[in-house]
């Protein structure tokens, strides 16, 4: 996916807390099909805002990450599978 | 007869949809199973102002038609018209969150397509003001295209104008359903975005409660520690309120006894009522109490939000073993007791993870083998002192809760890299807003709790006490003769005493395990039977009898008993909500098997140190 290739992308799972980020790709195909729908069903889309707003006390997993006007919880090998470009 | 028109309640997760079906319909709700699968179908019946009833269904929350869970699997089936055991709706009523526009209008669209008869609840309308968000419910309207009533569900706002769109849907000429190519979910989800930024009229921004909640609940330190205090409060509770209650329905279970007793002439048809179905429904309704008061602090935590915040903090420990979040409060409360344990275990949406979580939780060491553990204990192991503090029963006792907890997550990864592998095993959640829980529906979901566990399991723990009984009363014993000895029960015992031999047990131990059947403590009463004591005084009666088994078991023999009740499946009750939990003797029948192999091993091993280490 070119995504990976941009420069400045890193995957959600390396954003820090409180960073405002834009999804610029989505790997679907490292992810089984109910998981890509469940990330769909929260909004996870090409252009969104996400924000990871908390951290799992134990291991820094799952991340707790606003899309849109939800908070959702992912653990963070799906939160790799998302490409984002950190707000400057 | 025509059937009622019959309306389905959909809606994303977190949408209020059941506050608003119980507003809707009140507390006369049928609760029950979908055919075939463990998904629970609730339905009831909605009066029209003119008097003509409606039925409503309250399908499973879900996000789309393309399911991620066995719910929202039927959710869809159930809007195609092939559920099993439901018909096809005739008009829809969606129920979406004010606040959260953007992603439940996704689905709304979706459900709009299927071209069915189709209103929209535009719920919690207060919430979404209180966040600074004000919307036009007229512009959502023509770019949906159906009718949208504006509600707050747990203040029944909004109830009678919905209850009227209802009325002018349903007496509305029927067009049939759309046959059109599905859009897909992204394109929705686009769609979805777009509406809801034109329904939005203004929105100033405000730093939201649940945000401010979340920076303390969820912080790394505090939020573990608060949630342990949380739960340290519940069980506490669990213990404390219900002895009480507890001690009313034994004593009410007694007078019952007496005057059922006094009515019915001495023999058969008395022992089968006093002691077969007084004592075996006895057995059962005492778990009530606890039952409730664990379900009510769930229910509580669950229409908070609170839950999902629980699970988010421990899913990284309960990973490791195999299993989500959402297992950690089924397994929690099963130390109070399996049974609402297994019960809970609803709330976990993978499949695997669920079953799982149910085939170990009996391993958690529930209350009700602490009468065995403290009797044992008292009798084998000398009350003296390790260390400061440290007494050496107290370690025990310690250890046994212990081998009980890293037996379940021993399983538990075992079974997922084995039995129930697979199925991904993700945690993703979304963490609702904090809401104040409205009493009325805590109410109508620990009622629905209640009588599940008193119908359904009732029916088959009433039905195999009854067996017990029969088991241990024929044939009948000839004076002089101990009726255990010479009963059914007592020719098992012989039979189980060959196979419990290498394991260090004696003939008295296989008497009391089949009675300990229908709940783990009758094994001290069985011990006590066996030894002709008169149990009637507990308390006098627990004295001497340690003092018995001094005299007759070997140290070996009362470690290997312990190590036993740790692992044996000793409960018919847990027995029977797992049947209802998974649907089937499947399960329950590998539980109960793999956990008499780990009991046999686990108190063979302890024999057999124990013997080698001359104790």
């Given at each position: 996916m070119n995504a990976h290739f941009q420069p400045e992308s890193v995957s959600l799972d390396l954003l820090k807390v409180g960073t405002r980020a834009t999804v610029v790709g989505i790997d679907w195909s490292s992810l089984e099909e109910s998981e890509a729908n469940r990330l769909k069903h929260f909004?996870?889309?090409?252009?969104v805002t996400v924000e990871p707003l908390h951290l799992g006390p134990f291991g820094r997993d799952p991340l707790a990450i606003r899309v849109g006007r939800m908070t959702v919880a992912i653990r963070k090998n799906h939160a790799r599978a998302v490409r984002v470009v950190p707000a400057s | 007869m025509n059937p009622l028109p019959l309306v389905a309640v959909a809606g994303s997760p977190n949408a209020g949809k059941s506050a608003l079906f119980n507003a809707l319909t009140g507390a006369r709700q049928k609760v029950g199973n979908y055919p075939g699968v463990t998904v629970e179908r609730k339905s009831g019946r909605l009066m029209l102002a003119d008097g003509r009833p409606v039925e409503m269904v309250d399908l499973p929350g879900a996000y789309?038609?393309?399911?991620?869970s066995p719910d929202e699997a039927v959710t869809r089936d159930v809007l195609f018209g092939r559920q099993k055991g439901e018909r096809a709706p005739d008009a829809l009523m969606i129920v979406v969150d004010a606040s959260n526009l953007d992603n439940h209008l996704r689905f709304a669209l979706q459900l709009i397509?299927?071209?069915?008869?189709t209103i929209v609840a535009l719920n919690m309308v207060d919430l979404a003001k209180r966040d600074g968000l004000e919307l036009d419910p007229r512009r959502l309207e023509s770019e949906l295209g159906v009718p949208v009533i504006e509600t707050v569900a747990v203040r029944r706002r909004g109830i009678p104008e919905l209850q009227a769109a209802l009325d002018d849907m349903l007496s509305a000429p029927r067009c049939g359903m759309h046959e059109r190519a599905p859009s897909e979910l992204i394109q929705l989800q686009r769609r979805a975005r777009d509406i809801a930024k034109a329904a939005v009229v203004h929105e100033s921004p405000v730093r939201r409660w649940t945000h401010r909640l979340d920076s303390v609940l969820l912080q790394p330190v505090a939020g573990p520690m608060i949630l342990a205090a949380i739960l340290f409060v519940m069980f506490q509770a669990v213990f404390a309120w219900s002895e009480i209650p507890v001690g009313w329905i034994e004593s009410g279970m007694a007078l019952l006894g007496q005057a059922a007793g006094d009515i019915i002439p001495q023999g058969l048809a008395r022992s089968l009522i006093v002691d077969g179905v007084i004592g075996g429904v006895g057995a059962v309704v005492v778990f009530l109490p606890q039952i409730l008061i664990l379900f009510f602090f769930i229910l509580l935590l669950e229409a908070s939000g609170y839950m999902v915040r629980a699970a988010f903090l421990m899913d990284k420990l309960m990973h490791g073993a195999g299993l989500s979040g959402r297992a950690f409060i089924p397994l929690l409360s099963s130390f109070a007791c399996a049974v609402p344990g297994i019960m809970a275990t609803r709330t976990i949406d993978n499949p695997k993870d669920r079953l799982t979580t149910i085939l170990v939780a009996?391993?958690?060491?529930?209350?009700?083998?602490l009468p065995v553990y403290t009797l044992i204990i008292a009798a084998?192991?000398?009350?003296?002192?390790?260390?400061?503090?440290?007494g050496l029963q107290g370690l025990v006792l310690f250890g046994l809760y212990a081998t009980g907890v890293l037996g379940a997550l021993t399983a538990a990864l075992t079974l997922r890299r084995t039995i129930t592998r697979g199925g991904g095993g993700a945690f993703m959640m979304e963490l609702p807003k904090y809401q104040m829980p409205l009493l009325k529906d805590v109410a109508i979901g620990l009622y629905q709790r209640a009588m599940i566990f008193l119908k359904r399991a009732g029916t088959i723990i009433l039905g195999t006490t009854v067996l017990l009984w029969a088991l241990a009363s024929f044939p009948q014993a000839k004076p002089g003769q101990s009726q255990v000895e010479a009963s059914i029960a007592g020719k098992i015992a012989t039979g189980i005493e060959v196979v419990v031999k290498p394991i260090g047990f004696n003939h008295d131990i296989s008497l009391a395990l089949l009675p300990a059947m229908a709940a783990r403590e009758v094994a001290v009463s069985a011990i006590a039977t066996v030894y002709s004591i008169d149990a009637s005084d507990e308390e006098a009666a627990t004295a001497p009898l340690a003092d018995r088994l001094r005299g007759r078991w070997s140290l070996a023999t009362a470690l290997a008993f312990l190590a036993w009740f740790v692992f044996a499946p000793q409960c018919i009750s847990t027995i029977a909500v797992t049947r209802r939990e998974t649907n089937g003797w499947k399960w329950p029948l590998f539980m109960v098997s793999y956990l008499f192999a780990l009991a046999y091993i686990a108190a063979g091993a302890t024999y057999w140190t124990a013997v080698a280490l001359g104790l």
């Amino acid at each position: 996916m070119n995504a990976h290739f941009q420069p400045e992308s890193v995957s959600l799972d390396l954003l820090k807390v409180g960073t405002r980020a834009t999804v610029v790709g989505i790997d679907w195909s490292s992810l089984e099909e109910s998981e890509a729908n469940r990330l769909k069903h929260f909004g996870f889309d090409e252009g969104v805002t996400v924000e990871p707003l908390h951290l799992g006390p134990f291991g820094r997993d799952p991340l707790a990450i606003r899309v849109g006007r939800m908070t959702v919880a992912i653990r963070k090998n799906h939160a790799r599978a998302v490409r984002v470009v950190p707000a400057s | 007869m025509n059937p009622l028109p019959l309306v389905a309640v959909a809606g994303s997760p977190n949408a209020g949809k059941s506050a608003l079906f119980n507003a809707l319909t009140g507390a006369r709700q049928k609760v029950g199973n979908y055919p075939g699968v463990t998904v629970e179908r609730k339905s009831g019946r909605l009066m029209l102002a003119d008097g003509r009833p409606v039925e409503m269904v309250d399908l499973p929350g879900a996000y789309s038609l393309e399911p991620a869970s066995p719910d929202e699997a039927v959710t869809r089936d159930v809007l195609f018209g092939r559920q099993k055991g439901e018909r096809a709706p005739d008009a829809l009523m969606i129920v979406v969150d004010a606040s959260n526009l953007d992603n439940h209008l996704r689905f709304a669209l979706q459900l709009i397509e299927l071209g069915l008869p189709t209103i929209v609840a535009l719920n919690m309308v207060d919430l979404a003001k209180r966040d600074g968000l004000e919307l036009d419910p007229r512009r959502l309207e023509s770019e949906l295209g159906v009718p949208v009533i504006e509600t707050v569900a747990v203040r029944r706002r909004g109830i009678p104008e919905l209850q009227a769109a209802l009325d002018d849907m349903l007496s509305a000429p029927r067009c049939g359903m759309h046959e059109r190519a599905p859009s897909e979910l992204i394109q929705l989800q686009r769609r979805a975005r777009d509406i809801a930024k034109a329904a939005v009229v203004h929105e100033s921004p405000v730093r939201r409660w649940t945000h401010r909640l979340d920076s303390v609940l969820l912080q790394p330190v505090a939020g573990p520690m608060i949630l342990a205090a949380i739960l340290f409060v519940m069980f506490q509770a669990v213990f404390a309120w219900s002895e009480i209650p507890v001690g009313w329905i034994e004593s009410g279970m007694a007078l019952l006894g007496q005057a059922a007793g006094d009515i019915i002439p001495q023999g058969l048809a008395r022992s089968l009522i006093v002691d077969g179905v007084i004592g075996g429904v006895g057995a059962v309704v005492v778990f009530l109490p606890q039952i409730l008061i664990l379900f009510f602090f769930i229910l509580l935590l669950e229409a908070s939000g609170y839950m999902v915040r629980a699970a988010f903090l421990m899913d990284k420990l309960m990973h490791g073993a195999g299993l989500s979040g959402r297992a950690f409060i089924p397994l929690l409360s099963s130390f109070a007791c399996a049974v609402p344990g297994i019960m809970a275990t609803r709330t976990i949406d993978n499949p695997k993870d669920r079953l799982t979580t149910i085939l170990v939780a009996p391993l958690m060491t529930c209350s009700a083998r602490l009468p065995v553990y403290t009797l044992i204990i008292a009798a084998f192991i000398p009350d003296r002192a390790i260390a400061y503090g440290i007494g050496l029963q107290g370690l025990v006792l310690f250890g046994l809760y212990a081998t009980g907890v890293l037996g379940a997550l021993t399983a538990a990864l075992t079974l997922r890299r084995t039995i129930t592998r697979g199925g991904g095993g993700a945690f993703m959640m979304e963490l609702p807003k904090y809401q104040m829980p409205l009493l009325k529906d805590v109410a109508i979901g620990l009622y629905q709790r209640a009588m599940i566990f008193l119908k359904r399991a009732g029916t088959i723990i009433l039905g195999t006490t009854v067996l017990l009984w029969a088991l241990a009363s024929f044939p009948q014993a000839k004076p002089g003769q101990s009726q255990v000895e010479a009963s059914i029960a007592g020719k098992i015992a012989t039979g189980i005493e060959v196979v419990v031999k290498p394991i260090g047990f004696n003939h008295d131990i296989s008497l009391a395990l089949l009675p300990a059947m229908a709940a783990r403590e009758v094994a001290v009463s069985a011990i006590a039977t066996v030894y002709s004591i008169d149990a009637s005084d507990e308390e006098a009666a627990t004295a001497p009898l340690a003092d018995r088994l001094r005299g007759r078991w070997s140290l070996a023999t009362a470690l290997a008993f312990l190590a036993w009740f740790v692992f044996a499946p000793q409960c018919i009750s847990t027995i029977a909500v797992t049947r209802r939990e998974t649907n089937g003797w499947k399960w329950p029948l590998f539980m109960v098997s793999y956990l008499f192999a780990l009991a046999y091993i686990a108190a063979g091993a302890t024999y057999w140190t124990a013997v080698a280490l001359g104790l």
